[in-house]
């Protein structure tokens, strides 16, 4: 039996991230991965190459829908969506190779199998070809989520599919129906819709990314219906998807219990992942589940067994890449005996639509909620010379302070480029920055970055300078 300091299972951004860390802490590190590809959802089938398509599909429509503006005549634009698939399987593959050098960089140990615990201190590996055992002091469970689904709709993966199917599609539907108003059903939803495709969006409660602020909400649902023609159904309850030849039709419930009824060539189910434990052994274990199927773990990331940790999307918070990876680091600096940290209020969240959206901090809702009091500055992107040269004027930036102490609460974004955008507000949040301090730093001329400053400028004493 091969025997280590700690054994992670799976390989996402959190266990491997994990491993690193753990590796550079002086640990000897396993790391077990049921798939060949290393990366987890987010480099096989998730970030990555939803990115990629998205990128790809964003170059498509400027060339179709701006380039003659820039002055630049293109004769006979098509998509070859083949071409795509094909682009993305390589960034993910670069990418996924790129995670085996790291492995072997750091002297993590690799075993390609499904990892399941025998015992509180050993786990099995079982691939095709053997079954090995490890034992370690310690171990990391990362093993991350899948699609969720509902009731009365059977995921064929063909016609109606989760992101997983939607990521490998090579024809252009001409009809998407999207369950599920959120990350994915808006980000891939966005992808076919600037090849050409009808998008339509049925959307259980009654705004879109319904758990960020409310202004974003409304101002995207605009964009996506204005710049792609996206089609929304909120407040609709979906009952079924059936397939009848080549279609399938979905049937949706409004709010006064009228059934509406929705054909399309293609159905993507996005309405959330659950957490992955299926074939863990965790009742071998000792390891308890929360009424969610989530890994129950306390402050410091331990589950029901002290020396068992588990991260990711497979515990409680959310479900996103930089979450995990945090975690990761966390946990293994807790095993060395460190005493790390993390700011479960300042993670970012992003839409990587376009305009992009992105929010850190309290939406203006839990600021009410919670009877906070708070002052709000907010900065247009039709008053940046940035945007205006760069032909992205839609969206705004929008800053939540403290009333009386003036610190940054909350900073809310649709905006081009706000993925990168919104790392200036964390850190302006996590160093305890008023609003004052921002509006009074200097900003590079002419930048997007300039909108958050103005913003802050409108929060601190409605003085933006440029709007
Ligand atoms: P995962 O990445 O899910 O990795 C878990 C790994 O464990 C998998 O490789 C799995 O095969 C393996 N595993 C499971 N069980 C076992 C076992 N018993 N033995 C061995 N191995 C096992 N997040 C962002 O932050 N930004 C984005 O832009 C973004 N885009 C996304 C787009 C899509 C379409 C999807 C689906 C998700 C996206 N996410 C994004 C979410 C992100 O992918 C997840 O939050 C992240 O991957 C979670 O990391 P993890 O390490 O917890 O688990
Ligand atoms: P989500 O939670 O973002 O959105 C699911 C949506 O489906 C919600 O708006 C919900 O109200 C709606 N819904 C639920 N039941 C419904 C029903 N019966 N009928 C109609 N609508 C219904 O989940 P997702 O988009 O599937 O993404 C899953 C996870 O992956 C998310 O937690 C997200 O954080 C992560 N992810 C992140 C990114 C990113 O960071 N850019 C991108 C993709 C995915």
Known sequence: MDQFDVVVIGSGPGGYISAIRCAQLGFKVAIVEKYNSLGGTCLNVGCIPSKALLDSSEH?????????????????????????????????????????????????????????????????????????????????????????????????????????????????????IVIGGGVIGLELGSVFARLGSKVSVIEYMDRIIPTMDGALSKELQRLLKKNLGFEFYLQHKVLSAIKKSKEVIVTAQNKNAENIELKGDYVLVAVGRRPYTENLGLENAGVKLDEKGRIVVNDLLQTTQPHIYAIGDVVRGPMLAHKAEEEGVFVAEVIAGQKPHINYLLIPGVVYTWPEVASVGYTEEQLKEQNIPYKVGQFPFKASGRAKASMDTDGFIKVLAHKTTDEILGVHMIAPRAADLIAEAVVAMEYKA????????????????????????????????NF
């Open 60 to 176: 498509y429509f400027n060339a179709v829908h701006h380039f003659e503006k820039h002055g630049i005549k293109i004769k006979d634009i098509k998509p070859d969506i083949k071409q795509m698939i094909e682009r993305k399987r390589q960034v993910v593959k670069e990418n996924s190779d790129g995670v085996a050098y790291l492995m072997k960089k750091n002297k993590i140990t690799v075993f390609n199998g499904i990892g399941s615990f025998v015992s509180p201190q050993q786990i099995k590996v079982n691939s095709e070809k053997s079954t090995q055992e490890l034992s370690a002091k310690y171990f990391i469970i990362a093993t991350g989520s899948k699609p969720s689904s509902l009731p009365g709709i059977e995921i064929d993966k063909k016609q109606i599919i989760t992101s997983t199917e939607a990521l490998e599609l090579e024809t252009i539907p001409k009809h998407l």
């Open 434 to 465: 008023t609003a004052e301090d921002i509006g009074r730093i200097c900003h590079p001329h002419p930048t997007f970055s300039e909108a958050f400053k103005e913003a802050c400028l409108d929060a601190f004493e409605k003085r933006p300078l």
